[in-house]
């Protein structure tokens, strides 16, 4: 079964910049996964903030990108700020309609 | 406006069957444009795809829980649903509706706590 992976922590401070990966436990990433990416505060669904490997969603800030860097997507996050400290999730799409989700990475600000 | 509702029983007993629906509104689910699906979070952890259906009716189920789920779609009524037979306590989770394509992301229901317990 394919496997979807995230670094399950990180951290950045107020300003600076952090990219979380997204990669597969078999084989590369690639645009053909059309990888997008979510984030996630407590008590609340996810928000949809990258599609389609780097398009950002509607009311996304800018300082959000996302790419295919080597044989892994990634978010990078430029200039973070407190209210990014969230829980982010990629998404992989293998074909057929069915999505497979990444462990989480939560990041930490500070 | 595009807003999707799930619904259905907050409590499952054990070995029993979850049902839930997601009644769509502001667009339609005979959308040849999406795919829509079932995605759940059990409490503290992770986001887990359980699957997705074409309003033609095609489906695609998490290998691991393919024996147990069946989704369907009702055109007439703008639903989908979920069914989840031989649940256990491991099913306890937030369950969303979602629509999705790979060329926009994913669209959230807001989610629906299902506890299974006797």
């Known amino acids: 079964q394919t496997v979807v992976t995230q670094e399950p922590s990180f951290s950045v401070s107020p300003g600076g910049t952090v990219t979380l990966t997204c990669g597969l436990s078999?084989?590369?990433?690639?645009?053909?996964?059309?990888p997008s990416w979510y984030q996630q505060t407590p008590g609340q669904a996810p928000r949809t903030l990258i599609y389609?490997?780097?398009t950002r969603s509607s009311g996304v800030p800018d300082r959000f990108s996302g790419s295919v860097l080597g044989n892994k997507a990634a978010l990078t996050i430029t200039g973070a700020q407190a209210d990014d400290e969230s829980d982010y999730y990629c998404?992989?799409?293998?074909?057929?309609?069915?999505?497979?989700f990444g462990g989480g990475t939560k990041l930490t600000v500070l | 406006q595009l807003q999707l509702q799930e619904s259905g029983p907050g409590l499952v007993k054990p070995s029993e069957t979850l049902s839930l629906t997601c009644t769509v509104s502001?667009?339609?689910?005979?959308?040849?444009?999406?795919?829509w699906g079932w995605i759940r979070q059990p409490p503290g952890k992770g986001l887990e795809w359980i699957g997705s259906?074409?309003?033609?009716?095609?489906?695609y189920y998490k290998p691991s829980l393919k024996s147990r789920v069946t989704i369907s779609v009702d055109t007439s009524k703008n639903q989908f649903s979920l069914r989840l037979i031989s649940v256990t306590a491991a099913d306890t989770a937030v369950y969303y509706c979602?629509?999705?394509?790979?060329?926009?992301?994913?669209?959230w229901g807001q989610g629906t706590l299902v506890t299974v317990s006797s």
């Open positions: 979602a629509r999705f394509s790979y060329g926009s992301g994913i669209y």
């Open positions: 502001g667009g339609s689910i005979s959308s040849s444009s999406y795919y």
């Open positions: 259906i074409y309003y033609s009716g095609f489906t």
């Open positions: 078999s084989g590369s990433v690639s645009t053909d996964h059309h």
């Open positions: 389609s490997t780097n």
């Open positions: 998404v992989l799409y293998m074909g057929s309609g069915l999505g497979v």
